[in-house]
């Protein structure tokens, strides 16, 4: 894992797809865990069943898939990001970010 992830001090959604990856349950435990070791307490990690890395509906994940896929963006990776960003957005109370 790339030891960097664990110093950032911001608020952070993390969202995976698990597809054939079978250390992936292991992944988002051990990036969890390393984010609040760090004092990161404010993660919020997600799994979003079948979707790819571009958060659109896939069978494999694959690059080469991607051409057969019509979806931008799927609605429920769309309404968990901005929901998200509006429970930010009410905790911190302003638009202001930084």
Excluded: C
Excluded at 2 to 22: A, C, P, R, Y
């Amino acid at each position: 894992m790339n030891k960097s992830i664990i110093f950032i001090g911001l608020m952070m959604l993390v969202i995976f797809s698990l597809f054939m990856d079978s250390s992936g349950e292991e992944n988002l435990a051990a990036i969890d865990k390393a984010l609040r070791e760090a004092g990161n307490t404010d993660v919020t990690i997600k799994e979003l069943q079948g979707l790819n890395h571009l958060f659109q509906k896939a069978s494999t994940g694959l690059p080469s898939e991607y051409v057969k896929i019509s979806e931008t963006i799927n609605p429920e990776a769309l309404t968990l990001i901005s929901s998200w960003i509006l429970e930010i957005l009410d905790k911190i109370g302003s638009l202001k970010l930084f």
